[in-house]
């Protein structure tokens, strides 16, 4: 298989409530999805810029979804990216933490069942956790960032970063709103998928 590369086809100015930011589309060698990466101010050749790896939740980020913080996450941190004045949101299309939208909604339905998160992924025969971050990295390395503030609270994209090459030097908190829809969801990152999360005990 060759190896995977990204080039970026097109870039175009996008105003937004939250300010300008770039947004740049990029193509890979490898599928025909349409990864991107929001760009404010001037970043490349930059240290210590503003990141967050948003991976695609469709339910979350354009229904708005209250089973789970995606949405929450992607909007914080355009507002984040904006005080700053500069910084990056990438926003790759791995769905469901990778298992699509079909997938995703087949698992919403065995965690109404009252299976948690991990426990439907696995019952459907996947991975708790089936993102790669290779494009993410090579998008970054393509936008000249030296190194990177990232807005996470997962230790695993914080890894798989590093060990791609990127240059991490500060985690910064993603705090989430603690609803009846998505308190389990919250537990069942922190307790199985090791998110650092501050929640309170589980009732």
Known sequence: MDKLTVEQVVSARLPTVYGQFDLK????????????????????GQENVCVRVHSECFTGDLMGSARCDCGEQLHVSQQMIAEQGAGVLIYLRQE??????????KAYNLQDQGYDTVEANLILGHQPDQRDYTIAALIIKDLGLQSIRLLTNNPKKIQGLRDLGIIITER?????????????????????????LDLPPHE
């Open 96 to 105: 469901g933490r990778g298992i699509g939208l079909l997938e995703k909604l």
């Open 25 to 44: 589309l990029y193509a890979n060698n490898r599928d025909d999805k349409e990864h991107q990466a929001w760009v404010m101010g001037a970043v490349s």
């Open 172 to 196: 910064i908190d993603m705090i989430p709103t603690i609803t009846p829809e998505n308190e389990r969801y919250l537990q069942t990152k922190a307790t199985r998928l090791n998110h650092n």
